[in-house]
């Protein structure tokens, strides 16, 4: 037998059993969006490198080592998108969406980066994002914390996520900074690791997001880019944490906050937790006003964040926060003795699901004896059998059997099921 073909590493399936979960946090997100009045956009999962080159920065774990990058048959060098904001950003201006106008956008699906595969963190993995374009006061950069605020609400995460912010400046007041933090570096070289030294000269921003426990000292000594922004900058910040207060959304000013992306400019944010280990960023995003003119359009304020899809559904996981409501169990399992029974029983599945827009019902397929039929009903976890065999069939009715409840079943007449099935699955089932 030749060798079974296994998925890629960090690549995952979404199996029967959790998809209910993810259906659950697709369908709050989906509603939470239209309630905001943001429209999905939708772009290819593959994109020019050139594109991811010049917005994510070449200088970023992203691009340096994370990528999925290929030459196509034509030679040309193309890469599964790591992120959603530059393919956004392309499509906006490539079809218009810039021109005059603003946009709120949201946009889900696969992300793909080559990193080392572990709990949180995956090779193939799901983020949900919004990108508001054309829109450069705080109230946006509020609007757009409100909804990821209200999200945890709903799904009943607020108490376990916290709100970092920061504001990284005008792209002025950052390259001023950027000399300050080279300076003090410099003369702290020996308690930089070889990754800090080497970003020293391309990115040293990113030395301040570093992990390394060793270098924990020098960063906290390093200048706080809080006490170097520009005015504008400085009003910008205090007005959106005037909302965030007024709104009663607790945040904390995390000055080391910067962002693995080079795009950024004023506020940056990120929604952690502490319930997941070192994967506990679940949601970070922030203002990219340079983003647009970079990649060759005209300057156009933007702001927005994605989310890491699988932390959130680890998340609700651990901390038992999907209501039974994700996984609805079956109404009803119907069962035909017989072949003609069963010819009677698909009718019948389709009589009720026509009549009832609500219902879930199975019909068994495949024959087998009573006795197996009814294992497979129980197996099902539908509240109710319905049964027809040889009688029911002659007599036009179906016998219940409360699969879930010690209770007698009944006979019923198969023209009046459809009236009295939201009464005995006891939930509302649309139109009878
Ligand atoms: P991290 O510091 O965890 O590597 P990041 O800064 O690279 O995150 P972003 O590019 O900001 O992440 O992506 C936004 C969100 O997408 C992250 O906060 C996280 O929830 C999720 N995410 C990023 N990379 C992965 C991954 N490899 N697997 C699963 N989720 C991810
Ligand atoms: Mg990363």
Redo the contacts with the bound molecule.
């Keep these: 037998m030749s060798k079974k073909i296994q998925a890629i590493r960090?690549m995952n399936d979404l199996l029967p059993d959790q998809s209910p979960l993810w259906q659950y946090f697709e369908g709050q997100v989906r509603a939470l969006m239209g309630r905001y009045g943001y429209d999905e956009i939708r772009t290819p999962v593959v994109e020019q490198t050139a594109l991811f080159k010049r917005s994510i920065g070449e200088v970023t774990?992203?691009v340096e080592k994370?990528m999925y990058t290929f030459e196509d048959r034509n030679g040309d060098s193309l890469t599964l998108r790591?992120?959603g904001t530059a393919s956004c950003v392309r499509a906006a201006m490539q079809q218009g969406l810039l021109h005059n106008q603003t946009q709120r956008l949201w946009y889900q699906g696969p992300?793909f980066?080559h990193?080392r595969?572990q709990k949180?963190?995956?090779?193939?993995?799901?983020?949900v994002?919004i990108e508001t374009y054309g829109l450069e006061g705080p109230d946006i950069d509020a609007e757009v914390i409100l909804l990821s605020a209200r999200l945890w609400k709903q799904l009943g995460l607020d108490k376990h996520v916290t709100l970092e912010l920061n504001s990284l400046g005008s792209i002025d007041a950052r390259a001023a900074y950027r000399d300050l933090l080279v300076a003090y570096f410099e003369q702290h070289l020996d308690a930089l690791d070889e990754d800090s030294q080497r970003r020293l000269a391309s990115n040293p921003m990113r030395i301040l997001?570093s992990k390394n426990p060793a270098m924990a000292d020098v960063i906290e000594g390093a200048p706080k880019l809080m006490d170097h922004l520009d005015e504008e900058s400085r009003s910008h910040f205090e007005e959106l944490t005037a909302i965030l207060d007024a709104a009663g959304i607790d945040y904390v000013i995390n000055p080391r906050l910067v962002?693995?992306?080079d795009y950024y400019s004023r506020t940056v944010f990120?929604?952690t937790t502490t319930a997941l280990g070192?994967?506990?960023?679940?949601?970070?995003?922030g203002r990219y006003d340079g983003l647009v003119e970079q990649l060759g359009g005209k300057p156009t304020p933007a702001v927005g964040?994605?989310?890491?899809?699988?932390?959130?559904i680890l998340l609700l996981e651990t901390l038992e926060l999907v209501p039974d409501e994700a996984r609805p169990p079956l109404d009803a399992y119907v069962l035909g003795m017989d072949a003609a029974a069963t010819r009677s029983a698909l009718l019948l599945g389709e009589e009720l699901r026509g009549a009832l827009p609500g219902l879930r019902a199975q019909v068994h397929c495949g024959g087998g004896s009573f006795k197996s039929q009814i294992k497979k009903a129980d197996k099902s976890g539908a509240r109710l059998a319905l049964l027809i065999g040889e009688e029911e069939l002659a007599e036009n009715a179906v016998t219940v059997k409360f699969l879930r409840e010690d209770r007698e079943q009944q006979r019923l007449s198969r023209d009046t099921l459809a009236e009295v099935l939201p009464a005995l699955v006891d939930r509302p089932l649309g139109h009878a």
């Design positions: 960090g774990d992203i994370e790591p992120e992300m980066r990193e595969p949180g963190r995956y090779r193939q993995f799901h983020q994002g997001d962002r693995g992306l990120e929604w070192s994967q506990g960023t679940v949601c970070a995003g964040f994605a989310m890491g899809v699988e932390r959130l």
